[in-house]
């Protein structure tokens, strides 16, 4: 039986891990369950999956957790230890108990628990991609110092996990991963300067948190994933290819250097990777429907549009530079897709305010987690008064 931490218990990743476990309740027990705010949903599953631990962002979401799971009926002696904050997050992480750790927060408010579960030689399921993204050099380090198992979740990296293990490293020459290429694959681009959140929100096929989805309009998410499988697999970004896969079907190739490529195929649906984050070597029965080959499908491959989607050079360029350049990158990018849902700021103005960020913030070498948030908090603070300029240069 495995016994699990899951980081970000309440979002998307989160709840799909839980219905992971819902299906196969004799392999795994719940150590702890890790939420922002969100204490109804946290509450409600506690109820059913009875965790040792439950762990919120704040003291004021402690209080409200406790009155949803005294409105719920469950009595005192049944109520799992309560906690919040990030001591709380680095304890359900690196706990004796617990062998494997589901990294789900969104952002860099999951970094240090999820480097210190991979210190602890834990097998860490990794969806959070701004932990690699921010901290890959600190965090591949620790990987390889402590033995631990870092095994992705993101479909894509699944997908390249799963092609190389059919050949040596060595044979490999590329990595290609594939992009749905957003809601706004079609729409040209002097239209971009109108859309509305709601339409960048409109994903085509995958449903996700508000972050991930608009940062997949930008194809900024597509760049974070390129930074994120140098990391994993030790890949130069040259090395990395995109390319736009409208149905999302075939989540990555790897191709050999005799120009054979393998693909990974499998259902849009984010269980079958996390089951096999959890599973790994092992397979079990899949937790969603299997590709129906007796239907008639048509798959296409486009290049993406570099000009029209410049988040996603920038990504590569970050990624070359090297050092801090990616931290910055994820932070000024956050601030900036923040303020366009709350309708501050213009869609194209996300990657005004991130490359504007970058060019003003110097690069750095980022030893510790400490170093890496002082980056992050610096480059925040600017994307924030560039957010400011635009929204007053908009009301103007
Ligand atoms: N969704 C996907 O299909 C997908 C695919 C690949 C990779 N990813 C990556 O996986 C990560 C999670 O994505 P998601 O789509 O699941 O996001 P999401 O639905 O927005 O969920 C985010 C989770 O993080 C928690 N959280 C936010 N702030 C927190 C804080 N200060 N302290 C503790 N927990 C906090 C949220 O808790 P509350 O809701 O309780 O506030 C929620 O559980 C992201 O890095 C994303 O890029 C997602």
């Given at each position: 039986m495995k016994t699990l931490t899951i980081?970000?218990?309440?979002g998307s990743i989160g709840t799909n891990t839980l219905d992971v476990v819902r299906r196969s309740r004799h392999l795994y027990q719940v150590y702890a369950l890790v939420a922002g705010s969100n204490v109804d949903l946290l509450a409600s599953q506690i109820l059913e999956f009875r965790p040792k631990v439950a762990v919120v962002a704040t003291s004021d979401g402690l209080a409200r957790l406790s009155d949803s799971l005294t409105a719920a009926g469950l009595p005192r002696a049944e109520w799992p230890e309560l906690a919040w904050g990030n001591p709380a997050r680095v304890q359900t992480a690196t706990a004796?108990?617990?062998?494997?750790?589901?990294?789900?927060?969104?952002?860099?408010?999951g970094l240090d628990a999820t480097y210190q579960a991979v210190r602890c030689g834990k097998r860490v399921g990794l969806a959070n991609k701004e932990v690699l993204v921010s901290g890959g050099q600190l965090v591949m380090k620790a990987v390889r110092e402590c033995g631990a198992e870092l095994v992705p979740v993101d479909s894509e990296h699944n997908g390249a996990h799963q092609c190389l293990?059919?050949?040596?490293?060595?044979?490999?020459s590329k990595l290609i991963l594939t992009a749905s290429?957003?809601?706004?694959?079609?729409?040209p681009r002097e239209a971009l300067?109108?859309?509305t959140p709601e339409q960048a929100l409109n994903h085509p096929t995958w449903r996700m948190g508000n972050r991930i989805t608009i940062d997949s309009a930008t194809l900024m998410n597509k760049g974070f994933e390129v930074i994120e499988a140098c990391w994993l697999?030790?890949?130069?970004?040259?090395d990395i290819d995109v390319v736009i896969h409208p149905?999302?079907?075939?989540h990555a190739m790897i191709e050999y250097s005799d120009g054979s490529v393998l693909a990974q195929v499998s259902a849009t649906d984010m269980r079958m990777p996390i089951q096999y984050a959890l599973t790994y070597p092992d397979r079990l029965e899949a937790p969603v429907p299997k590709v129906d080959w007796t239907k008639a499908k048509n798959w296409e491959f486009f290049p993406p549009d570099y000009e029209k989607f410049p988040l996603l050079r920038l990504a590569y360029q970050c990624q070359e530079t090297g050092g801090s350049a990616t931290c910055t990158l994820n932070a000024a990018d956050e601030i900036a897709v923040e303020a366009f849902l709350q309708g501050?700021?213009?869609?194209?103005?996300i990657a005004e305010v991130v490359a504007e960020t970058l060019s003003r913030i110097p690069v750095r070498h980022p030893r510790t987690v400490g170093d890496i948030l002082e980056i992050d908090g610096e480059s925040r603070e600017l994307a924030r008064e560039l957010v400011v300029a635009r929204a007053g240069a908009v009301t103007a």
């Open positions: 980081l970000g218990s309440t004796s108990e617990v062998d494997t750790v589901i990294s789900a927060i969104v952002g860099v408010t293990r059919a050949g040596n490293r060595e044979a490999v290429g957003g809601p706004f694959r079609n729409t300067a109108h859309v697999f030790d890949f130069a970004p040259r149905q999302s079907s075939v501050k700021i213009a869609y194209l103005a």
